[in-house]
């Protein structure tokens, strides 16, 4: 997937007038993006139209208007988009009551390790979180992290296939499996792959 660059995006100026509009599709598109995990976890996963409106929110909120300002934007979100043989989400634990979700994430450490993906029969497909911030201590986790999920030959091809998917969490103190991944997911994620 090809990523962003300056000329993508509105300026601050033309984002005001569209916004409304922009934000709908993005919402919309969006739904065939997020898988939750259990009650607690949810996968959003990102493309190029999700990172799009995540940097024009930023442009906007912060003010950025100059070149270089608008590119720092662009490189921090870029590794993000996927590039066609993986999968790039946001992970995120969500928990409303601040109190417990302190202590759900000092017993969820590590628990952005566990999270997997199934194409078919094939071998699970683990994360890897280096384009993850230090985001957690010995201590606890953070409720955001950022990870990655490289596809073999094979998940590939079974996806053409039209093979299903799961996905799943097998933490000790969190463990949910979401099997079948729902159809328009799976089908929004198979749009990534080249």
Same mark, same amino acid.
């Given at each position: 997937?090809?990523?962003?660059?300056?000329?993508?995006?509105? *300026?601050?100026?033309?984002?005001?007038?569209?916004? !409304?509009?922009?934000?709908?599709?993005?919402?919309?598109? !969006? !739904?065939?993006?997020?898988?939750?995990?259990?009650?607690?976890?949810?996968?959003?996963?990102?493309?190029?139209?999700?990172?799009?409106?995540?940097?024009?929110?930023?442009?906007?909120?912060?003010?950025?208007?100059?070149?270089?300002?608008?590119?720092?934007?662009?490189?921090?979100?870029?590794?993000?988009?996927?590039?066609?043989?993986?999968?790039?989400?946001?992970?995120?634990?969500?928990?409303?009551?601040?109190?417990?979700?302190?202590?759900?994430?000092?017993?969820?450490?590590? &628990?952005?390790?566990?999270?997997?993906?199934?194409?078919?029969?094939?071998?699970? &497909?683990?994360?890897?979180?280096?384009?993850?911030?230090?985001?957690?201590?010995?201590?606890? *986790?953070?409720?955001?992290?950022?990870?990655?999920?490289?596809?073999?030959?094979?998940?590939?091809?079974?996806? /053409?296939?039209?093979?299903?998917?799961?996905?799943?969490?097998?933490?000790?103190?969190?463990?949910? *499996?979401? /099997?079948?991944?729902? *159809?328009?997911?799976?089908? /929004?994620?198979?749009?990534?792959?080249?």
């Amino acid at each position: 997937m090809e990523k962003l660059n300056r000329e993508d995006l509105y *300026t601050l100026e033309k984002y005001a007038e569209v916004r !409304k509009d922009f934000r709908a599709r993005v919402m919309q598109h !969006k !739904k065939a993006r997020r898988l939750a995990i259990g009650p607690n976890a949810t996968l959003y996963f990102e493309d190029r139209l999700t990172v799009r409106y995540q940097i024009q929110e930023m442009l906007r909120v912060e003010r950025i208007f100059e070149a270089a300002g608008i590119q720092e934007e662009l490189d921090a979100y870029n590794p993000l988009i996927p590039d066609g043989r993986n999968w790039k989400a946001t992970f995120m634990v969500e928990i409303e009551d601040e109190g417990e979700r302190r202590r759900q994430l000092a017993n969820l450490v590590g &628990i952005e390790s566990r999270v997997w993906l199934k194409v078919d029969d094939n071998d699970p &497909i683990s994360p890897v979180c280096d384009e993850d911030m230090d985001r957690q201590t010995g201590d606890k *986790t953070s409720s955001v992290h950022f990870l990655r999920f490289e596809l073999t030959e094979a998940d590939v091809g079974a996806l /053409s296939e039209g093979a299903p998917m799961e996905a799943g969490i097998s933490h000790e103190h969190y463990h949910y *499996t979401v /099997s079948p991944i729902p *159809t328009e997911i799976r089908d /929004s994620l198979v749009n990534d792959l080249d």
